[in-house]
């Protein structure tokens, strides 16, 4: 059980790009899925979450106004759009499920703990 996270790339400062994660051996859509992103010499961090029915969204401060997290359950893909890059952007970029929120409410945005299931992730670099 795997997810694959692609839309990776180098972009210049003030780009944009659309990152996009789907999943292998299991169905996306029956989860909450959050984006977290891990920068050179630093801890994994949380950028974005969705619940299972997408109605239920978070953002973190690095990601607020700039970045906008979506689903398409019918297309089993989960999309986080980011405009206004930024060099501080640059990080390998990952995709999370939490395998819990298929138990629970759909509307559920899960606690970073939670999240059980990770990508290989994707590179997004952003050049000043």
């Known amino acids: 059980l795997q997810l694959v996270e692609s839309g990776g790339a180098v972009v210049q400062s003030g780009g944009s790009l659309r990152l996009s994660c789907s999943a292998s051996?299991?169905?996306?859509?029956?989860?909450?899925v959050g984006w977290f992103r891990q920068a050179p010499g630093k801890g994994r961090e949380g950028v974005s979450f969705?619940?299972?029915?997408?109605?239920?969204?978070e953002y973190t401060e690095a990601a607020k106004d700039r970045f906008t997290i979506s689903r398409d359950n019918a297309k089993k893909a989960v999309y986080l759009q980011m405009s206004h890059l930024e060099p501080e952007d640059t990080a390998v970029y990952y995709c999370g499920a939490a395998s819990v929120t298929s138990l629970l409410a759909g509307s559920y945005l899960p606690l970073p703990y939670e999240y059980d299931y990770w990508g290989q992730g994707t590179q997004v670099t952003v050049s000043s």
């Open positions: 969705i619940s299972r029915d997408g109605i239920s969204t």
């Open positions: 051996g299991f169905t996306l859509d029956s989860y909450a």
